[in-house]
């Protein structure tokens, strides 16, 4: 806020008529500016002075004072939003950070239990292989489908099922047995 922006801002500023930005800027450039601070002391003693006289209220024995207090009020009215509003980022922050270290921390678990497990179940393998070997004919083969492959029917074709049926079956000696 320029010095020219300021003291066109004072007579809004003791009306009250500024918005909240526009009011901190302006505070912030009269706590800096001992040029505008004594124009603004100026105006506020005088329209301030009037209203409490044309409204019959006792007159304020400080101006300088009350207008000091003004301008520290909404300064810290101000650093607390602000402080507010860092704290809430720091909260959120806080809360995403360990959130991310929970989510990292059990993803690590989880592989580390499946590398553990790999490993155990490699170890018992060998320990299997290491301790019974001796006591049995391990092989790759299984033995059970390989027999019943072997002890599998051949399968005739459908003449040689007609030939095996015609020897069994002779047809043409029974009628001639009958004809005796
Ligand atoms: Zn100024």
Partial sequence: MTC?????????FVDKKLDDDRTKDFVRHMKHCDN???ELEIYYTLI???????NNEELSHDFKKDLHDELTRIENRAKNAKRFKLSTFGIVFTAAVIGFFLFYSSVLNKVYTIEQNIIKAEQGDY????????YIDI?????IV??????????????????????THPVWTDISYEEE
């Avoid at 092989?139 to 033995?143: E, I, K, W």
């Fill in 4 to 12: 020219l922006e300021a003291q066109s801002n004072i007579m809004a």
């Fill in 36 to 38: 505008c601070a004594e």
């Fill in 48 to 54: 301030v002075g009037m209203r409490q006289l044309d």
């Fill in 127 to 134: 320990y299997f292989y290491n301790h019974f070997s001796k």
């Fill in 139 to 143: 092989t790759t083969d299984d033995v």
């Fill in 146 to 167: 390989r027999s019943k492959e072997m002890n599998k029917p051949i399968e005739k074709s459908f003449y040689q099922k007609i030939h095996s049926y015609n020897i």
